[in-house]
């Protein structure tokens, strides 16, 4: 609360007494202690004027204009000053009242610049700028109006968030999308069609069908450098009882972030597709004298599962799992890849991480690819490059070179990044396709490379 009292000179100062009787024609009294213009003088009751009926300026004596009588009754009146503190505190008297101390306090607050909890300024706040109070501390602009409120203080990587018109937030995140695909499967020379690369990614909100699900963007920090590690397409099984290879794996790893996507599993030849819990997707396979084989499983988020493989007799091969669907069985016909997903991540939509299309042992038929660069059981074909998806497998009659069952390869993975171009700093290694779609800038690693963010 604030001060209330008079406005004289009382109201402001404590009183120090003098009285005395004067003597036939006194004009002087001396051992006086005063401020000068701070001081009252009473004659018998009457207040005189300063200057006029006495003067009063050396703070020990006074002189009067004119003479006093015997037994004059004189009373000096000296207006001493204090400070509030002298007076009372909050404690003395009640909680209505402050101290001198209390009320000074008060006063250094009486603009935003005095509060502990915020911080006015001509320049906005950065990423380093820690404050004092740590989370929610207020940032005022006062050059440009804006206003802002610290959302996240880790020291040197604190956020501000504009409260203002909500944009222009400090951030050393950089919110970047990608489409992180892995290496495909290469196809058995047993009919296994070879299952796609691990499928990531966090551009597309509206994913359905597939066992893949969008992800949130990953928060790039400025000043670090990433890692992007694009997978090799898988090998073929050639003839003679030879498994597939699996595909590499894809990843964009830095600070704060780590993106794996597992390389598609390889058709095996004689027994089940176990190995399709390595990859992104398995691959179903069969023998001529094996019992029902089944597919590989694919990892949860990245890919499907790969087709079951036909029973002795018929010696069907299932098909590789895809990003989006499973590769169907070899039980009552071969087995057709699974299908990828689509991304409109550079700009127009693109299918990818198709499955492998199995092959039939015992009569050379064939079955396709799925949706996405999936390769065919028939020549076989391999998966498209760059698209990880799984290589075809192998009839009786395809042949290598040395005269043997083979199938065919996988194909190769790929990284796509998407970010806004104010925030692209253009350094990069291993050469990828730089491109714009609207407000953003697009990077296409078809091989292995870095960036800094």
Not at 159 to 182: E, M, R
Request: aromatic share 6%.
């Amino acid at each position: 609360m604030s001060y209330l009292g008079r406005s004289a000179k009382l109201s402001l100062k404590a009183q120090e007494k003098v009285s005395f009787l004067a003597t036939a024609g006194q004009t002087v009294k001396t051992g006086l202690s005063y401020v000068p213009s701070f001081v009252e003088v009473y004659v018998n009751g009457v207040l005189l004027t300063d200057t006029t009926d006495f003067t009063a300026t050396n703070g020990n004596s006074i002189t009067f204009t004119v003479a006093l009588l015997l037994n004059d009754e004189v009373t000096v009146i000296s207006l001493k000053t204090f400070t509030v503190a002298d007076h009372y505190s909050k404690t003395e008297v009640d909680a209505d009242h402050y101290s001198k101390t209390e009320v000074d306090t008060l006063l250094a607050a009486k603009s935003l610049a005095g509060l502990s909890d915020t911080t006015v300024s001509a320049s906005h706040p950065a990423i380093n700028t820690n404050p004092s109070s740590g989370l929610g501390h207020v940032w005022f602009n006062k050059t440009t109006g804006d206003s802002y409120i610290c959302t996240s203080a880790t020291t040197n990587f604190n956020v501000w968030k504009n409260i203002g018109d909500g944009t222009g937030a400090i951030d050393p995140y950089i919110q970047t999308s990608f489409l992180v695909i892995a290496g495909g499967g290469g196809g058995a020379d047993g009919n296994a069609g070879g299952g796609a690369g691990g499928y990531r990614n966090s551009y597309l909100s509206e994913l359905s069908g597939g066992s893949s699900a969008s992800e949130s963007t990953a928060p790039l920090v400025g000043g670090n450098v990433y890692t992007i590690t694009v997978g090799a397409a898988g090998a073929r099984g050639v003839g003679g009882g030879n498994d597939a290879t699996d595909g590499g794996n894809s990843s964009l790893v830095g600070t704060g972030v780590s993106i794996i996507s597992t390389g598609g599993a390889g058709g095996n030849y004689p027994t089940n597709g176990g190995r399709g819990g390595n990859g992104g997707s398995g691959a179903g396979n069969t023998w001529y004298d094996a019992a029902i084989s089944t597919g590989g499983l694919g990892i949860a988020g990245q890919g499907t599962n790969g087709g079951t493989a036909g029973p002795p007799s018929i010696y069907y091969g299932g098909g590789g799992g895809g990003a989006g669907t499973a590769g169907t069985n070899g039980t009552s016909g071969i087995g057709t890849g699974g299908n990828g997903l689509a991304s409109s991540i550079t700009g127009s939509s693109v299918t990818r991480a198709g499955g492998g299309g199995g092959g039939s042992w015992n009569n050379n038929a064939f079955a396709n690819g799925g949706t996405g660069g999936g390769g065919s059981a028939n020549g076989p074909t391999n998966g498209t490059t760059n698209t990880g998806s799984g290589g075809g497998g192998a009839g009786s009659s395809n042949t290598s070179s040395s005269g043997l069952r083979a199938g065919s390869s996988g194909g190769s993975g790929v990284v796509i990044l998407r970010m806004l171009t104010s925030k692209y700093t253009g350094t990069t290694s291993g050469s990828p396709t730089v491109s714009t779609s609207g407000s953003d800038t697009i990077l296409i690693f078809n091989g292995s490379g870095s960036y800094t963010a």
